[in-house]
Structures are given as C-alpha cells and as structure tokens.
C-alpha cells in the first residue's frame, strides 16, 4: 500500500511538500530565536527591577562599615537584624505605619463607595445631560494633579482641615480613573438582565449590590489593589498638609527620617525596607486580579 499511495503521488507534490516542511523548520527555529531573545531581555528586565530591592534589603542587614566597604559587599558576614529595632527606636514608625495603615483603609474603602455607586449610575441608569457630564469627568483626568494641589489645599485651609487626619482622607475619597474602569465592568453586563430584575421588584440599589458587584468582582479587587498601594505610598500631599509629627504617614516619616539619620545607610534601608515590605506582598498576592480586572474592563495598555 505504501508503494502505491507514494507512486500515485506525483513528483511535484513530493517537491512542495518536501519545501514546505523546511520552510516550517525553518519558521519553527526563527520562533525558538525569538522567544529566546524575548526571555533574555525579560531577565534583563526583571534584574534590573529587583536588583536595587535586593541591595535595600541587603544592605539594611549590614553594619556600618559594610555599607561603604569597596568592593561593595552583597552579603553580609552577620546578619544585623537589631537594625530593624534601632530603627523603630530612632523614628517612632510605628506610629507612621499605623497612621499609614488608617488613612489607606478609610480612603480606600470611601473611594469604593463613591466609585461602585457612580460607575452604576453613568452604565445603568438614564437621566439628562449623562453623556456630557461623563465626558467632562473624563477630561479631568487630562488635568495634572500637581495643578490641583493649590486649589485643594486653600480649600481644605478655609475648612480648617489642615493638619489633621481629614486632610489626608478627603480628597482621595473619589477617583476619575476608577469610576471610568468600573463604568466598562458595568456596561458588559446586559440591559436586559436590570430590565428584568425591576419587573420583579427589584430596586436599583439592590440590583447593584446583589448582581453588578459580585458580577464586576475582578474589576473591584483590581481598583482596591491600585488605590492601597497609592494611598500607601502618596507622598507629596501628605507631605504638605501636615506639620505634626505624629500625622506623618510613613513615606513622610521615611523622608524626615533621611535627613535625621544622616549617613546611616543601613538604619535608611531598614526603614526604606518597612515602608516597602508591606506593598511588595499585596501586589505579589494579588497582582493576578489587577490583570484580570483590567482585561474585563476592556481597557488597553
């Protein structure tokens, strides 16, 4: 049967099949190529992004002398966990870690609030003048925020809010940028599913508690990860509506702290390592949700 099946195949056929199966050799090699050279450079990346964390941690386990010695020295011979401690003892951040820890949590959870209810009401519900008023909100983001600083700080000094936890909080209580996001989650739901849900009673409040926020899930979670480390690592206006030293947020504490320390580099890492610890897992946890709620958005980089 072979015999006969490879006499009844002409000899052209033999020669395409024959060039074909090269030039698939060939694709498949110059496939190999690429994602190889993709790979390196995805190392190089990755390297380059990790090697200054893992000099911070490192060097905050050193002692003084190991800081400076040349060449520099990645590994110390013992390692000076009692820096940690002489740290806290130096600054008081514990206090900044839990005032770091308060205003992340009521900003967060007030930035929700106000992001599911507006979200909602520009993807579901209809009323005059929606189109333009969303539009006006988008170009907002156009805006950059140092140009608010002013307005919102003179705002906040006639209120006789500065220098207090209020001033940290309130104007991080609603996000242009989340509202947008969560709008794109809520639209993807159909029409015809809060049609029916108000046929058999059901308020729109309800539908959105019941039905849109376990349905836009992904979405949420993405927009509560990106609003914790923002508010975590928010420096320049924390840095400017407080003068209390027991206000100060830890990135705040961090900078007063440089300049307190002096040349104390490995005291500088410890802290540095305390302020950035705690983000670095969040975002390594929960960064799958960050991608997955950005997809279903419908958002492109």
């Known amino acids: 049967m072979k015999e006969l099946s490879n006499k009844a195949i002409p000899k052209v056929s033999r ?8 030039e698939r050799e060939n694709t498949d090699v110059g496939s190999k ?16 992004m990790l090697i200054p964390f893992i000099w911070m941690v490192s060097t905050s386990l050193k002692t003084p002398g190991e800081t400076v010695a040349m060449p520099p020295v990645w590994i110390p011979d013992i390692l000076q966990i009692g820096n940690y401690a002489e740290a806290f003892e130096a600054a008081p951040f514990g206090r900044y870690f839990l005032n770091s820890v308060f205003v992340t949590v009521l900003s967060t959870a007030g930035e929700l609030i106000t992001t599911i209810l507006a979200a909602f009401a520009f993807a579901k519900i209809e009323f005059y003048g929606k189109n333009i008023l969303f539009t006006l909100l988008i170009a907002t983001m156009m805006v950059p925020g140092e140009i608010l600083i002013i307005p919102n700080f003179v705002t906040l000094s006639n209120m006789g809010l500065i220098n207090t936890y209020a001033a940290l909080i309130v104007p991080y209580l609603a996000s242009v ?13 159909p029409k015809e599913l809060h049609y029916a849900a108000k046929v058999d009673g059901c308020s729109d409040f309800r539908f959105l508690w019941t039905i849109m926020v376990p349905l836009a899930k992904s979405s949420i979670v993405a927009i509560t990860i990106l609003k914790i480390i923002g508010s975590w690592n928010a420096f320049m206006w924390p840095l400017i509506v407080t003068n209390d030293r ?7 504490g961090l900078q007063a702290f440089t300049t307190e320390a002096g040349t104390q580099y490995e005291l500088l890492m410890a802290a540095a390592t305390i302020v950035v610890i705690p983000m670095v897992i969040v975002y390594l946890f ?13 958002l492109k980089g």
């Open 33 to 48: 190529v690429k994602k190889s050279i993709l790979y390196i450079l995805l190392v190089l990346g990755a390297a380059t």
């Open 177 to 189: 940028f989340s509202v947008f996001m969560l709008k794109q989650s809520f639209q993807s739901v």
């Open 246 to 252: 027991a206000l100060r947020t830890l990135p705040v």
């Open 15 to 22: 020669s395409l099949l024959a060039d074909f199966s090269k």
């Open 286 to 298: 929960l960064q799958k949700y960050i991608i997955m709620g950005i997809s279903k958005s419908g």
